[in-house]
Structure formats: C-alpha cells, structure tokens
C-alpha cells in the first residue's frame, strides 16, 4: 500500500513540475519585453544555424540584417518593419519578410541577457540580447 501511495505523489510531483514549465524561465510583462529590448539588439538564433540579429528602437522600429548570409541574396537582406507591445506578448510585422505578416511572441527571461521565445503559430526558439 506504500509503495502505490509513493507512486502516486511521484507521478502528482512529476505532472506539477511538467505542467509548470522549466523553473528558470520567467514569462515578462509587455512593461518588461519593452524594457529588456527597446534600444538593444536581439540575436535570434535561427534552425538554420545562423543567428539573425534584430534592432528594437524606441520609436517602434525593427531592423534585421541578413546580409552577410550568403542566403540572403535570395530575399530582402535588410528591412525595417515595426514592432510594439500588446496584451504582454511583443508583435512585429515586416513589409516582405514573413509575407508581411503580424507575429507576436511570448517572451521568457532565462537570464540577464537570454530568452525563450514563442509564436504565435507555435514556432519557439532562443536569442541572446545586446546593446
């Protein structure tokens, strides 16, 4: 009778700890995406292997430049689109990348200068943050 009671506040901890998500990323308020970004430089860390470095300025400009990718040539290797806050997730939209779709993201602080990020279609991934 123990060991089934043992089994099932291990499985209960187990599912508590899936279900909270790792303990060291914070999801940030739209006051701390614009805080932890604006002015700054955020280094996307791409499936590609490439990292896509991204300008956040204040004025609600984004700048990407891709164009020592040698890839690039066959897109827009720099644009600048627009970036804001809303409902705590920080949006975006581009004139021809990503076909000039709205994207916002979910942010997780993972460290002073790192994050997770997540989609709004689901994509996730990391960056680094400079500047």
Sequence with gaps: MALKSLAACTASVLLAVTMAGPA?????????????????????????????PLRYGANGEVTGDISGITLARMFAPRETGSWW???????QQWPSWYDGETHCFTIQSTGENSINWQRNDGMEGTARISG
């Design 24 to 52: 060291s990323a914070n999801a940030l308020s739209g006051d701390e995406i614009r805080g932890l970004i604006q002015d700054r430089t955020v280094h996307l860390s791409t499936s590609y292997g490439v990292t896509l």
């Design 85 to 91: 806050v809303e409902d705590n997730r920080m949006c």
